[in-house]
């Protein structure tokens, strides 16, 4: 990983700066007169800037893209999985919300660092990613995380469709059941299951592109975090009147607010500019994760025919090639001009 900041402005490397400050501060506050063992040997490892910031793709001007900026993402890596549990981190995430010297808004992921490493070790894309492209902020030393094992064509094929398929029919189901609340004008159950579509439809989306997604209701961090992926998604959700925005702030809060709030309440016009905007999104989802898919889909063939090839010149030189082997050679044959075919 990198560990300059050089090519960002340096009112964003002050407010970096800041975000480490504030994230040691609450952190050690959060364990202060702690008697369990782990909590008193707990320690923050290493604090890693990551997304468009660390690849200087960041978009910083609220009048460009339907009113989207870029957030810093901040990945923080902990000495035990159980001090990345939330109430670890509400007071750092408030802090870090409204601090009036940090501009962007700050997207913050704590797990262990063993927890990670054992992601890397299962080629989880999100965190490959992290360690090609990420800058480290703070390290209490220098010790790197694990090299990672990337999947093969084939596996991260069918990981990633297994994760489409199952994630985008549970988001369809959703969308759904709230298209028949809507219809009977069950508002509040309607803003519930949009929620839970919209959701499942970032789920599936973050699933199927990186083999990663964080076990969130939150709809604010899930959308940032699938925006990143792909920028076209920010077309799903105009940001550009305030209106759009509090209706969508609505639908944030529906995940517990429509089942335990009596003051909840949702208009049928919000329901429909956001029932608009929901299939908006799925199409898009829908899209990218086809592309996906396919991309993922011709990696396979050219790996497939790759070992083909490797073994049909050793059936032509090497006489002592078994008969079965000839005969998996014709199997691998067939299966890859089927591929070949279904692909075109």
Known sequence: MKSTLEHLPE???????????????????????????????????????????????????????????????????????????????????????????????????????????????????????????????????????AEPNALGPGDALKVAREYFDRQHTSAQGFLELSRVAISRKWDIHAAFLLHQAVEAAYSAL????????????????????????????????????????????????????ARYSRRFEVSEEALSWLMERANALFLLVESICRQRLAILERERVGHTDLYVGQISWRRKHDPRMSHRSRAFLLLLNRSAARSRLASN
Do not use: C
Not at 239 to 253: I, M
């Open 11 to 145: 009112d964003k490397q002050r407010e970096l700066a800041r975000v480490v400050e504030i994230i040691h501060e609450e952190f050690s506050d959060a364990l202060e007169g702690s008697f369990t063992a782990f909590k008193k040997r707990g320690r923050i490892l290493k604090i890693i800037l990551f997304g468009s910031y660390a690849r200087d793709t960041f978009v910083d001007d609220p009048h460009t893209m339907k009113g989207y900026t870029s957030e810093f993402d901040i990945l923080v890596l902990v000495s035990s999985r159980k001090l990345a549990e939330p109430q670890y981190w509400d007071r750092a995430t408030d802090r870090l919300k409204w601090d009036k010297a940090i501009s962007p808004l700050v997207r913050l992921i704590v797990h262990g660092a063993r927890e990670v490493n054992n992601y890397l070790a299962e080629g989880q894309f999100f965190f490959v990613d992290i360690l090609r492209e990420g800058i480290v902020l703070y390290e209490l030393d220098e010790r790197p995380l």
């Open 206 to 257: 973050l699933l199927t592109l990186t083999n990663h997604s964080l076990p969130s209701h939150n709809l604010t961090f899930l959308r940032g975090l699938a925006e990143e992926r792909d920028r076209r998604l920010v077309e799903a959700w105009p940001r550009e009147q305030h209106l759009h925005t509090v209706w969508f702030r609505v639908l944030n809060a529906a995940y517990v607010k």
